[in-house]
């Protein structure tokens, strides 16, 4: 018999070719009754491929072993959970840092140099009546990191390649890193042009970049996020930017999203993105044969690539 696995949400066509190449899946977003569907293979599913598992949802499969989690984030699992129930979390780090680390460069060039508004002030034919105006550029620029891990660390890497100096915000300092360290977030912010956010989501890190940090980043100073939208007080920051009082903001999260605050759709002093950080063919790609391939391990009793619990 094959081994049987629940699928949690829809996942890369290669992806899901693997998985039923290899074993028995039960696609749970496709269920009209998903409760029906839990209760009855709910003995014989022994892994969940994909995220978006809670401890009901653990406490209701005894056969579970693994959770491959289909992102490097991990916080829409209950690891407390998982772990409690001698559940195995594994995720899909290092094959997304030079997607997403790409995409952060390009919403910062995108927002200091206003690439989207320029696209615009062309097809609307506004040019022949004057140019925009002027904007900024990077070079010389300081970027603060909150997050130097894997991806952080491309991020700086690149944002030195664009002739910036880079400083960073962490629990601990990196003693083999050689940028300037910060204790404290609202000094790096006040000490930094830019602020790029890319640490984990979850309850430790929620509103991390509060009202106080914002203000101390200030009406010349942008923020990028492309972690996770829990981790910015969003309000603050949509009142902050209406009000001038913090440059610009270059967003690929939101708090809520899809769903979030029509009001940044009329400010000229942002830059917005739907979640694609890791949006690109080879890297989903590869985010879904590590899926696979954890998978594979685990049943084949071999040490996990990529555990967290």
């Not at 028995?24 to 599913?45: G, N, S, W, Y």
Request: glycine residues 8%; charged residues 20%; aromatic residues 4%.
């Amino acid at each position: 018999m094959t081994i049987e696995i629940l699928q949690t949400h829809k996942l890369l066509e290669s992806c899901e070719v693997a998985l039923a190449e290899r074993f028995t899946v039960h696609k749970l977003h496709e269920a009209a009754d998903k409760a029906a569907l839990i209760a009855q293979l709910a003995p014989r599913l022994r892994a969940i491929a994909g995220g978006a598992v809670n401890a009901d949802l653990i406490a209701q499969l005894p056969a579970l072993e693994i959770i491959a989690n289909f992102g490097v984030g991990y916080d829409s699992i209950d690891t407390a959970a998982a772990r409690a129930a001698n559940v195995r979390v594994t995720n899909t780090p290092n094959v997304l840092n030079d997607a997403v680390a790409e995409l952060t460069i390009g919403l910062m060039i995108a927002l200091a140099r206003r690439i989207p508004q320029a696209d615009q002030f062309v097809r609307q034919g506004k040019w022949p009546n004057g140019n925009m105006g002027l904007f900024s550029e990077l070079t010389g620029k300081t970027v603060g990191i909150l997050g130097l891990g894997r991806i952080g660390k491309e991020i700086a890497a690149r944002a030195q390649a664009m002739k910036m100096r880079v400083v960073y915000y962490g629990r601990k300092r990196q003693e083999s890193e050689p940028h300037v360290f910060y204790d404290n977030l609202v000094d790096m912010a006040r000490d930094s042009d830019w602020l790029v956010v890319i640490a984990p989501g979850g309850k430790g890190t929620e509103r991390i970049v509060s009202r106080e940090v914002l203000e101390a980043l200030g009406p010349q100073g942008n923020i990028v996020n492309v972690a996770r939208g829990t981790l910015i007080d969003e309000a603050a920051m949509l009142e902050l930017l209406q009000t001038g009082d913090l440059g610009g903001a270059a967003l690929d999260v939101f708090e809520n999203e899809p769903a979030m605050p029509e009001a940044f759709f009329a400010l000229d002093n942002v830059v917005l993105s739907p979640h694609q950080g890791s949006a690109t063919t080879q890297t989903r790609n590869a985010m879904g044969a590590l899926v696979v391939a954890n998978l594979d391990a685990h049943f084949a009793g071999e040490p996990l690539i990529s555990a967290v619990v």
